[in-house]
């Protein structure tokens, strides 16, 4: 167990609707990451948070939107959803830059 | 930009024999970090090893070992005593260490299968 937990583990949408994947980090963690791994493309990171604020983003779609609040923890927000967004989406945290990520254990996402 | 290469898409060995899992990368930078994670069919990302790159020493831990060298931005990754619980996927990955941000950038991984 790392220590990093992601809700829901399990979700069914269709095409079009919206959903929002949370992450709470592991205890004394500030940084907050959300990457999403696909079949054919790997894992791809999206954004990465830092106590609140955004520090660096990735290849993230304009339909995707993420924030980390106050008490750290973290939510991705999905909408306009495409068949092309089913995906495993992680959350990680680590300490602070630099230091080693831990993973949740992923939110796998379907869409239908 | 950085870029990690794991050139062997797959890779198998049997029980209780070594086998070294390759990987390449490329930086400018010269205060970076790097790792090797582990997943196996759960899905889960669990970290296995993790090189600092000023540190001359290779890092171990347990059975797993690195072969790292700078200069020629090599990262393997030796398993010893292979066991059938080492058979997953494994992603090397580079983390840079400056500026506010960092995040991992993966390679494309290897698929270890332990074979009796």
């Known amino acids: 167990d790392s220590g990093v937990t992601q809700t829901p583990k399990h979700l069914i949408t269709a095409t079009g609707q919206r959903v929002t994947l949370r992450c709470s980090p592991r205890?004394?963690?500030?940084?907050v990451y959300w990457y999403q791994q696909s079949l054919d493309q790997g894992l791809q990171f999206l954004i990465q948070?830092?106590?609140?604020?955004?520090?660096a983003k990735g290849n993230i779609l304009e339909r995707f939107s993420a924030q980390q609040f106050p008490d750290l923890h973290s939510e991705l927000n999905l909408s306009s959803l495409e068949l092309g967004d089913s995906a495993l989406y992680f959350c990680?945290?680590?300490?602070?830059?630099?230091?080693?990520?831990?993973f949740g254990e992923g939110s796998w996402l379907t869409v239908v | 930009a950085q870029t990690v290469t794991q050139s062997q898409p797959e890779m198998s060995v049997q029980e209780a024999e070594t086998v070294t899992l390759s990987c390449t990368y490329d930086?400018?930078?010269?205060?970076?970090?790097l790792f090797w994670y582990k997943q196996p069919p759960s899905r889960q990302m669990i970290l296995v090893i993790r090189?600092?790159?000023?540190?001359?020493q290779n890092a171990t831990e347990n059975r797993f070992s690195v072969n790292f060298q700078k200069a020629a931005k090599s990262f393997s990754l030796k398993i010893s005593d292979s066991q059938l619980g080492d058979a997953a996927m494994y992603f090397c990955?580079?983390?840079?260490?400056?500026?506010?941000?960092?995040?991992?950038?993966f390679g494309t991984g290897t698929r270890l299968q332990v074979t009796l």
């Open positions: 930086t400018s930078e010269s205060d970076y970090y």
């Open positions: 948070y830092y106590n609140g604020e955004e520090r």
């Open positions: 205890s004394g963690d500030l940084s």
């Open positions: 990955a580079s983390m840079l260490a400056t500026g506010t941000a960092s995040k991992l950038t």
């Open positions: 990680a945290s680590s300490v602070g830059w630099g230091d080693t990520i831990y």
């Open positions: 090189q600092e790159a000023y540190k001359q």
